[in-house]
């Protein structure tokens, strides 16, 4: 007597797919295309060179950052801490529903005021550098979507000319306007030397 036994068939799931990206060949095409892709309406697409091309900002419709407005107040909040710090440990006591005592150190020195500003600048401008430098460099990796290891485009061998001679752009598939034959259509109408599916692994 024989057993037959089949092998389990095993069928892997479809690669989800990540975007598409078009390359181009010199600068004043992904700006043109740029420019047709931003008047278009799509959202979530990004365009990447081998060096900073002049205008491609302003082609993609990329609008100020809001990162200087941020910085200043994290850089105007460390140098109000430092002054009022110094003010409390100075000039004042405060009491907390009259239990608990927040006392300062209101002593004279040397005869000098208790409120004397020229003396609080050293800390009050180390606070607003302190301050201002790490949310500068905090909120730029937040806003950036920093740290990412691994990008999908990665996987496409056409995209390692990004950093060489080619230039591409990538649009992604999360986008409300993305539609594969139509968003293809859109970049080979662009001027696009190749159009490539890219999935993500």
């Known amino acids: 007597m024989t057993t037959q036994t089949s092998a389990p068939s095993s069928t892997a799931a479809p690669a989800r797919l990540y975007g598409l990206v078009a390359e181009f060949e010199n600068p004043a095409q992904i700006v043109a295309a740029a420019e047709k892709i931003r008047d278009k ?4 697409w ?4 081998p060096f900073p091309v002049h205008g491609l900002d302003k082609a993609m419709g990329i609008q100020r950052t ?3 407005v941020l910085v200043f107040v994290a850089g105007a909040t460390g140098c109000t801490t430092g ?14 529903w009259a239990l608990v005592w927040v006392t300062g150190y209101p ?18 401008f180390e606070l607003t550098i302190l301050f201002s430098a790490l949310s500068c460099v905090g909120l730029m990796f ?3 979507g920093l740290p990412k290891l691994h990008n999908p485009l990665f996987t496409c061998d056409r995209f390692r000319r990004a950093s060489d001679d080619r230039f591409f752009i990538s649009i992604e598939a999360r986008d409300p306007r993305f539609y594969r034959s139509k968003t293809e259509a859109d970049l080979k109408s662009c001027g696009a030397a190749a159009v490539e599916a890219v999935v993500e692994d």
């Open 142 to 144: 937040l806003m950036n």
């Open 41 to 44: 309406g799509y959202r979530y």
């Open 83 to 96: 002054l009022v710090l110094q003010l409390f440990t100075n000039s004042f006591n405060f009491t907390i």
């Open 66 to 68: 809001i990162l200087p």
């Open 107 to 124: 002593f004279l020195i040397s005869g000098k005021p208790a409120l004397s500003i020229p003396a609080f600048v050293p800390v009050m």
């Open 46 to 49: 990004d365009c990447h060179t």
